[in-house]
Nanobody, 122 residues
Framework: QVQLVESGGGLVQAGGSLRLSCAASFSRYIMAWFRRSPGKEREFVAAISWNGGSTNYAESVKGRFTISRDNAKDTVYLQMNSLKPEDTAVYYC??????????????????WGQGTQVTVSS
């Protein structure tokens, strides 16, 4: 069974940066980040192919966030720059055994981490 553990969340001012990490016991899984803000559904943020060669981003984070992975370290990253108050959410790491990086529905993913809180102050 794949286990996912996120870290790196915290409080940052608008315009600042954070890097989230997801330690995962995975091999050839599609990895993704989702987030959930209070009162909202869980939404797709970014996904990366198993070899890191392809990525997909939500329009709201394009140009500001970068997803990457280091399979030798079993870790996926989400570099978040130019953070905005509307980026405030619990961020979740997810893994899918099959499919593509174009999967944006949470139901397409098989494994989830516990989440890490990101708070952006204005």
């Amino acid at each position: 069974q794949v286990q996912l553990v996120e870290s790196g969340g915290g409080l940052v001012q608008a315009g600042g940066s954070l890097r989230l990490s997801c330690a995962a016991s995975f091999s050839r899984y599609i990895m993704a980040w989702f987030r959930r803000s209070p009162g909202k559904e869980r939404e797709f943020v970014a996904a990366i192919s198993w070899n890191g060669g392809s990525t997909n981003y939500a329009e709201s984070v394009k140009g500001r966030f970068t997803i990457s992975r280091d399979n030798a370290k079993d870790t996926v990253y989400l570099q978040m720059n130019s953070l905005k108050p509307e980026d405030t959410a619990v961020y979740y790491c997810a893994a899918a055994a099959r499919g593509s990086i174009m999967m944006v529905s949470p139901r397409a993913y098989d494994y989830w981490g516990q989440g890490t809180q990101v708070t952006v102050s204005s």
